[in-house]
């Protein structure tokens, strides 16, 4: 891709899952890479693989080390990081704290050392990785479904807001991928999502398919358009479905 090819890219949560395919994408299209994850040891390793070049720590203040690594110029930022956060409206304030940090503020975060480079170069590619519960939901996971609904709409308005001055968004929405997030989600991600669970290399090629058409949504699921649809057109029978879903889950962990 011509978009690619020279590029500056940072990716963060990179040390593994669809991350980690991200990246070995982008360095394959050309584009020069940071890789950053809390894990320092997982970030060398897919540094060393691949060829990029390895920032660890938290996602959130990663954009000036990054910017320093690429020779102070970012062209696209990938904010992969992100926590599955299961539990209820009763789950512990530190979890939906966390969930909050790392599923969206860490996204407001770079944004705000980003926006200004990118505005006034006219250019810059801001790629947020969702999930499907950003559009949707998932049974089981209210901290995860409420900030990924916030990153969505974080995304949407960063778009709207500021497509006519250069900037690219991309908001990718899977539904399952065989990643540690997946086994994190235990059973309900295992009644939910298994049944149709993707490989983290098909993530990246819908996120190239989808810069290379200049698309907000990213759906390496096609289906979830026709569930977001049904969701915005008929909410109660949408509700209805997904209750039903929850009640089989709760059955089954019975």
């Known amino acids: 891709m011509s978009t690619v090819q020279g590029a500056h890219v940072v990716v963060t949560g990179a040390g593994g899952g669809i991350g980690a395919s991200l990246a070995r994408r982008f360095v394959a299209e050309g584009a020069r890479v940071v890789v ?3 894990d320092p040891g997982r970030t060398k390793a ?3 693989e691949i060829g990029a070049t390895p920032v660890p720590g938290d996602a959130s203040a990663v954009v000036a080390e990054a910017r320093e690594a690429l020779d102070g110029t970012v062209d696209i930022y990938c904010a992969n990081a992100g926590l599955a956060s299961p539990g209820d409206a009763f789950a512990d304030e530190d979890v939906w704290a966390a969930a909050w940090d790392v599923n969206l503020m860490a996204h407001v975060r ?3 050392a980003l926006l200004p480079d990118w505005l006034e170069r006219g250019s810059g590619r801001f790629v947020s990785t969702v999930s499907a519960a950003g559009l949707l939901t998932m049974i089981g996971a209210a901290p995860y479904s409420v900030t ?3 990153a969505v709409a974080f995304a949407e308005w960063l778009s709207l ?3 006519h001055r250069g900037l690219k968004v991309h908001a990718i929405c899977p539904q399952g991928v065989r990643t540690d997030m997946l086994t994190a989600a235990g059973s309900a991600g295992e ?8 490989e983290p290399e098909d993530v990246a090629d819908a996120l ?3 810069m290379e058409a200049d698309r907000f949504l990213i759906l390496p699921h096609r289906e979830v358009a026709g569930y977001y649809q049904a969701r915005a057109t008929d909410t109660g029978r949408w509700l209805d479905g997904m209750n039903h879903i929850q009640q089989k889950w709760e059955g089954a962990r019975r």
């Open 208 to 210: 190239f398919e989808g």
């Open 36 to 38: 950053n994850d809390i």
């Open 191 to 198: 009644l939910v999502l298994g049944p149709t669970a993707i």
């Open 110 to 112: 770079a944004v705000r």
């Open 148 to 150: 990924k609904h916030g």
């Open 46 to 48: 897919i540094a060393d």
């Open 161 to 163: 807001t500021y497509r």
